[in-house]
Every structure is written in structure tokens, then in C-alpha cells.
């Protein structure tokens, strides 16, 4: 297996580089496959979410496009994959961030009884509280 950086993933799905797009293609069909696997770990899918929306201008619905596109890879593997499944389902539902929203997962699956944030957006979803 073979840990993806972030542009590595957004040049699967970006074209606003031809060249890079091109060899991370071809990287990725040489070195990943269903038993060698690239691995996507949270904070480079955070990243990408982050990259797709603010500097690619991608809204939600293609967001989750694409994390579904990622899930559904047979030679790529996302960390914790259940709790992005949950963390997808949320954020189609709702106006928080896809980072809080996975956070929030994260943190629930370890056993806090609830993630504490000031984002207001945040603070709507289940196992969230607001300070302040």
C-alpha cells in the first residue's frame, strides 16, 4: 500500500494542470491496485474536500460525487471508510463542513459524548455542542 498526498488525489479529478493530472494517472494505475492499494488518510480527504470547494469551486453535490467516486474505488482505500460513509450521509443533509462533520464521527466512535465547537453550522448536527 501507498499513502496519497492531497494534490496526488485532487489531480485525480482536476484537469487545471494537464501534466500533473497526466502522471498522477499514470502513477496511480502503476502502483495501486486492489492488492496494493493507495491510502487516503482524513486529513488529506479533509484537504481535498477543502481544495474541490474553495479553490476549484466545486459545490456540495460534486463534492460528494467525488468521496463517493473515492469509496466506491476497488484500488484506493479510505481511512476509517465507514465513518466517511457517515460523514458523507451528514453532509449531503447539511450546511457544515465536511471536516467538522468527520470530526464529530471521529470523536463519537472514540467515545467522546460530544464534539464541542463554535461553528454554529456545527452545532446543529447530532453529538455536537455549542460553546458560547
Not at 81 to 108: C, P, Q, W
Request: charged residues 30%; hydrophobic residues 45%; aromatic residues 8%.
Amino acid at each position: 500500500m501507498i499513502g496519497l498526498d492531497t494534490n496526488v488525489v485532487v489531480w485525480l479529478f482536476v484537469e487545471d494542470d494537464p501534466d500533473q493530472a497526466r502522471a498522477t494517472r499514470t502513477f496511480v494505475a502503476a502502483r495501486c491496485s486492489v492488492e496494493t492499494p493507495g491510502f487516503i488518510d482524513r486529513l488529506a480527504l479533509c484537504e481535498l474536500v477543502w481544495v474541490l470547494s474553495r479553490g476549484q469551486g466545486y459545490g456540495r453535490a460534486a463534492i460528494s460525487d467525488v468521496v463517493e467516486t473515492l469509496l466506491g474505488s476497488r484500488d484506493l482505500r479510505l481511512e476509517r471508510d465507514e465513518l466517511v460513509r457517515l460523514t458523507l450521509r451528514d453532509f449531503k443533509s447539511s450546511s457544515a463542513d465536511f471536516a467538522d462533520i468527520l470530526m464529530g464521527h471521529v470523536n463519537r466512535d472514540r467515545g467522546s459524548e460530544a464534539t464541542a465547537t463554535f461553528d454554529r453550522k456545527a452545532a446543529r448536527l447530532e453529538g455536537f455542542v455549542r460553546v458560547g
